[in-house]
């Protein structure tokens, strides 16, 4: 194996074009970086990405695979959280999905308790 410093790019995009440029199946097409403008960019998953791994991290691992924390981290993201690309709306108000009230994890609380 090459030393780690001659290890770069180059030696990426000759894998790439051996697993993916082949005569057989469709072309891809690789698209080398990504604009923060524009219909090639990932930075909203990204960003849900890394909130939930600077969540994670203080746990120091997750112990159990079905903890609840992953469900609530998402319930706060999506009805709780204000987001500045929604100009400070919710995900869910942004759907139409309005959680009334001062405190809105209290308030899901209660309704879900009615049920």
Known sequence: MPPVSSIGQHDYKKAFNKE???????????ISHIHLTGDMNNNIV??????????????RGLKMEETPIIPMQDIYYNFVR????????TPAEACGIEVKGENKWKTMIQNASRL
């Open 82 to 89: 204000p987001h500045q690309a929604l100009k400070g709306k």
């Open 20 to 30: 993916f440029y082949t005569l057989k199946g469709p072309r891809t097409e690789h």
């Open 46 to 59: 990204e960003r849900l990405h890394g909130t939930k791994r600077d969540r994670e991290k203080t746990f």
